[in-house]
Structure formats: C-alpha cells, structure tokens
C-alpha cells in the first residue's frame, strides 16, 4: 500500500505530463466512442457565456477544510485496466477546520477533469448539455490548506454512484463536515466519469475516464459492485480507520450496504436508492442474510421500481435496525450536487423539463437539499456522532426501530418561503 503526500487539485509535478489539452484529449477519444450514440435530451440555447453554476452553502458551524489524497493498493489489479498492474484511487479528505478565512475554496473540478467532463456530460447523463456550461469556475465551499480543528473525529466514508465522480457528492460532503464529522469522498477509477492523478503511469494517462458502456451487462455490474467494496475496505486499511459509517448513492449505495455487511469496521451505513442484487436477480449477502447494523435505505418516488422494492424488501423482511424511507416529487440524482445543480442549468435553457425531472423530479432544491442533508445527518448523528454535538437533527433517521417517520407537507414548486418536503415511509 502506497499513500501519496497531499497535493493540490490541478497541479502537476514538473517533467511528469504532457500539455494538459494533449492529455485530456488522449483519454476522451476512447470514452467518447464508447459511448456515443445515447442521446442528451438537452436544451438548444446556448448562453453568449457559459453558465456559472453554484453549489449551496454548509449550515454547519464550522469552516470546512479539503486535502486530496493518492492511494495506491498493490496487493490488487485494475480490473478494468490490467496494464496498470495496481489498483489506484483518489480521495478527497474534508475536515472541519478552525477558519479557511483568505484561502482558495476548492474546486468542484479542476480544469483538466472539468475538460473531460464537459465532453463526457451528456453522454455519460443525456439529460445534461453539451456546451455553455463552465464546469471548471464552480468552487466548492471548503478552503484548501485549512487547518483541521483539534480533537478525534469520528468518520464517514462516501462512495458515488456508477459514471459519476466523487465530485458531485461534494455539497453532502462538506454539509456533513461542517457539521463535525470527517468525511472522504472516493472516487472509483474505471467506473467513475473521469479521475485526475497526480501523474501519469504505464496503463493509464493522468486524466483516466470512464469504461462504462450504456448497454452495462450483469458481468460489469458483477465486477463493479466488487471492485468498489474492496475499494472502500482499502480506504479504510489507507487511513487506518477502525469504526466508520460509510453512505453511497446508487452503485455506490449497493456497495456501501454491502460494505456493511463484510466489515465489522463500519458501524452504520446509508444506501441512497443502490439496488441490493445483481442484474441476473441474485440478491446480494446483505439482502440474502440481513444485517445486525444500522442501514438506513432512502429512495425517491421518480426512481422506485420492482427491482427496487424486491432487493430492498428482501432485506427489510429480516428486520433488525434497517430502515426505508422515500423523497417525494424527486428522482434519482437528488441525492448528488445535481439536486441543486440541475435547476439552474433549467432555468438558463440549458436542459429540458423532461431532462430535469429525469434527474431530479420536480421537487424545488431548497426542499431537495436540506431534506437530504438533514436525512444523513440525523441518521449519523444517532448511530456516529459528533461528541458533544447532542442530538441535533429533528428528522427520522430510522434504523433503529424500524418505525416510520410521519409525512410532512408536500413539496412547493413556488416562490416565497422556502416550502417544505413530505419524506417519509414509503406505501408497500
């Protein structure tokens, strides 16, 4: 195992690559002819300048500090490139810090991985543009260089979903992290759209991108559920982490709650709309067996299907403190930076109505955020909290006793105050 000193998003060490658009466009011509051929669904407006976009801010107490992390594990091989002879991953490390005052926020993506994205956008989510959108000049809100605040915290652990980066989980991430808790965003390198190392390697340029195919097969889905439960088993052997909650949306759900299942170092885990089988319809361990930890399942109305509620159902049926919930009038990137996102590229003409509620439903974001956040953040602050952060978060988190949280009113699409979301159990 290998674990690289910090470095800063975006740099590259002297003498080690290549211009920077003769290396992205080496690893996009690959994943373009891969995928080529979906359709994006988008808008045909075109902004005279590109679309600015804007991720809301943390409601924690603290100033949130990023250090970006290459972890190399070489007991295993790429499965999905056997030329680079180990399995690499890139993390991203947010922790709260004391004041990120006068210190460059962190971007969403750096230039080089924001360049492969805007080509792999609309082809790895058709729903999303092609042009007039500057992915680069989005900032996060967490300061890089901050210093974390003294003191133990405990950890959580973010796996994302397939095709996507570890980047649009970034605003659940800091949310959480303001809030107290240590928290590491994963990428999966194969899978994931796009992933920028520090460097070049044999096997792999600097800028590797996405190996996924639309028309994804059992045995792919097979290898990548595989692959990311011994990447986050990897993460936690990296950092030496011996009791984490670890949260995914979608693959990286699946994974997460598998995860739970395989390592006693996970204390509790939330699965945000992963499926728990393969595509052939074998459940997974975790479904097949139950679990005798926390596992929070949380979907969307946009998104449930009988595959869904068959593999969720399967595990439910064992009880124990696993618990379901369901976002109304939302669909199933509502629980990634798209949630936000997603609207304003709306608003601008940059995306349909279809492509939008394909995405994220109908639900308004300053329901969809804050309804997430608060999910997550009541389920952790049960089962991993804060010390001396005390109960802090009104919200059902559920696993624990499996009781269903009342409904609240029903989303507003409206102006004026901010309306309120209906999260709650799910009909049978």
Not at 404 to 427: I, Y
């Amino acid at each position: 195992m290998t674990m690289t000193p910090d470095h800063t998003p975006g740099h590259t060490p002297a003498g080690h690559a290549p211009p920077r658009r003769t290396v992205v466009a080496g690893a996009l011509a690959g994943a373009a002819a891969l995928l080529l051929g979906t359709g994006t669904g988008t808008a045909s407006a075109t902004p005279a300048r590109p679309l600015v976009l804007r991720l809301p801010a943390p409601t924690g107490p603290h100033a949130v500090g990023a250090t970006v992390r290459h972890l190399v594990d070489r007991s295993r091989n790429d499965p999905w490139v056997p030329a680079v002879g180990v399995r690499e991953l890139m993390v991203t490390v947010f922790r709260p810090a004391a004041s990120g005052r006068g210190l460059p926020r962190l971007p969403q993506l750096t230039p080089d991985a924001a360049e492969a994205f805007t080509l792999l956008a609309p082809l790895v989510r058709p729903a999303l543009p092609a042009a007039g959108v500057d992915w680069a000049a989005t900032l996060t809100h967490a300061r890089t260089g901050a210093r974390p605040l003294p003191a133990r915290r405990p950890v959580l652990v973010y796996s994302p979903g397939g095709g996507d980066s570890r980047a649009m989980g970034s605003s659940l991430a800091i949310d959480l992290a303001s809030h107290g808790w240590t928290v590491v965003t994963v990428d999966h390198p194969g899978d994931a759209s796009e992933v920028e190392f520090p460097d070049e390697r044999p096997g792999r340029d600097r800028v590797r991108t996405t190996v996924l195919r639309p028309d994804l097969d059992a045995g792919t889905f097979r290898t990548m559920i595989d692959t990311r439960v011994a990447d986050l088993r990897f993460v936690l052997d990296a950092l030496g982490l011996d009791r984490v909650g670890l949260y995914g949306h979608s693959a990286g759900g699946t994974a997460v709650a598998q995860a739970l299942h395989e390592d006693p170092r996970v204390a509790a885990a939330v699965n945000l709309e992963g499926y728990l089988d393969q595509m052939d319809g074998a459940l997974l361990p975790v479904a097949r067996e139950g679990t005798d930890r926390p596992l929070l399942l949380a979907g969307t109305d946009g998104f449930r299907d009988a595959r869904l509620d068959r593999s969720w159902s399967a595990l439910l049926g064992h009880g124990g403190p696993v618990a379901r919930r369901q976002l109304a009038d939302s669909h199933h990137w509502v629980f990634t930076d798209y949630a936000a996102l997603v609207p304003q590229l709306r608003a601008a003409d940059l995306m349909t109505a279809a492509g939008r509620a394909a995405m994220v439903g109908g639900v308004d974001p300053r329901v969809s955020v804050p309804a997430v956040r608060t999910l997550v953040r009541s389920f952790f602050d049960r089962h991993l909290p804060v010390p001396g952060s005390g109960a802090r978060s009104g919200a059902a988190s559920g696993a624990g006793s499996g009781a269903a949280s009342g409904a609240v009113p029903r989303a507003g699409r409206g102006s004026g105050s901010a309306p309120t979301a209906r999260l709650g159990r799910p009909p049978q």
